[in-house]
């Protein structure tokens, strides 16, 4: 299944540490997105990227949080200076770049990251 | 008022049963419907999409549709207990975000 790959699975940081997620989407998908989603809660839309640009980041917190797509390689967000708020799981989900409006999304596994 | 709501459940049925899953909408120029089933632990995964008024049926699955009601539902036939998740409702109100409800639990009993 050469789905969504995100890296890693889970990440411990401590406070005031950096946090680096990456995400590999669906070969020939050029759409990355990120969701942030805490314990019993829904998907909160962070950021939309497309390669090389960043599309829409109204959902991601002006600052710490950081997201790029280059031209090759994985999709990352950055989180600096992590505080106990951060910890969550971080989804990424891509589509195919023939939709001009936002369509299915295929979703990764998730990164668990816990701040201590 | 938030854009996509849910009820949070948890919604029990017995297995073989149909479980009826509602969600409402605010925006009005909301074009695209989707529901994803989500399992403890995992990341969620896309199970219908909707567009258009009326009903769309796949399998065991049919998604409802009616956007003067700003209504689309989730109906699952002959549950199994194999359909215990949690299903999120999300709609693209346009542009390139899709907003998700914060899903509700089913809970299918055997």
């Known amino acids: 299944n050469a789905g969504v790959m995100q890296n890693p699975r889970h990440l411990v940081r401590r406070r005031g540490q950096e946090a680096r997620l990456r995400c590999s989407p669906v070969k020939g998908h050029s759409h990355v997105y990120w969701y942030r989603q805490l314990p019993e809660e829904g998907l909160k839309f962070m950021v939309y990227l497309q390669k090389e640009n960043i599309i829409d980041e109204s959902g991601m917190p002006k600052e710490r949080f950081s997201a790029e797509f280059p031209k090759e390689g994985p999709s990352i967000l950055r989180i600096q200076q992590v505080v106990r708020g951060d910890s969550a799981a971080y989804f990424c989900?891509?589509?195919?770049?023939?939709?001009?409006?936002?369509?299915?999304?295929?979703f990764g596994p998730g990164t668990r990251l816990t701040v201590t | 008022q938030k854009e996509v709501e849910q009820n949070s459940g948890p919604l029990s049925v017995p297995e073989g049963a149909i479980a009826s899953l509602n969600c409402t909408y605010s925006d009005r120029v909301s074009q695209s419907f989707f529901w994803y089933r989500q399992y403890s632990g995992k990341s969620p995964e896309l199970i219908m999409s909707i567009y258009s008024n009326g009903d769309k049926e796949d399998g065991r699955f049919t998604a409802q549709l009616n956007k003067a009601s700003q209504y689309v539902s989730l109906l699952i036939r002959d549950s199994q207990p194999s359909d215990s998740a949690t299903y999120l409702c999300a709609v693209n109100p346009g542009g390139f975000k899709t907003i998700f409800g914060a899903g509700t639990r089913l809970f299918v009993k055997a």
């Open positions: 989900a891509s589509s195919p770049p023939e939709t001009g409006v936002v369509g299915e999304q295929y």
